[in-house]
Nanobody, 123 residues
Framework: QVQLVESGGGLVQAGGSLRLSCAAS????????MGWFRQGPAKEREFIAG????????RYTDSVKGRFTISRDNAKNTVYLQMNTLKPEDTAVYYC????????????????WGQGTQVTVSS
């Protein structure tokens, strides 16, 4: 079955950096668009970054543009989220998701989800 396993979360001070990884199995990874979402305390889950199946297109929500970078390694079936200049408002559970799309970078409608990894940014 499809599994998405996130790692790399943790506690970091404001201004610091973290790199999240999401290892995928049970799917043809190189045919899937991948996304990162987050859900903060008492907030709805939101799309923050996505990458097309071949990595040639990316998409970000405004609040993370210029600070976060999504990338993928299809040989390793892994998608990454490099997070720099972290702020307390970035505190959330971060999820990766997969969508069998070869058209653009979807912001919703993802089929498969990981279990999430906690990111806490202290002020």
């Amino acid at each position: 079955q499809v599994q998405l396993v996130e790692s790399g979360g943790g506690l970091v001070q404001a201004g610091g950096s973290l790199r999240l990884s999401c290892a995928a199995s049970g799917l043809s990874f190189s045919t899937y668009a991948m996304g990162w979402f987050r859900q903060g305390p008492a907030k709805e889950r939101e799309f923050i970054a996505g990458i097309s199946w071949n990595g040639d297109r990316t998409r970000y929500t405004d609040s993370v543009k210029g600070r976060f970078t999504i990338s993928r390694d299809n040989a390793k079936n892994t998608v990454y989220l490099q997070m720099n200049t972290l702020k307390p408002e970035d505190t959330a559970v971060y999820y990766c998701a997969a969508e069998p799309s070869r058209v653009g970078v979807p912001v919703q409608g993802y089929d498969y989800w990981g279990q999430g990894t906690q990111v806490t940014v202290s002020s």
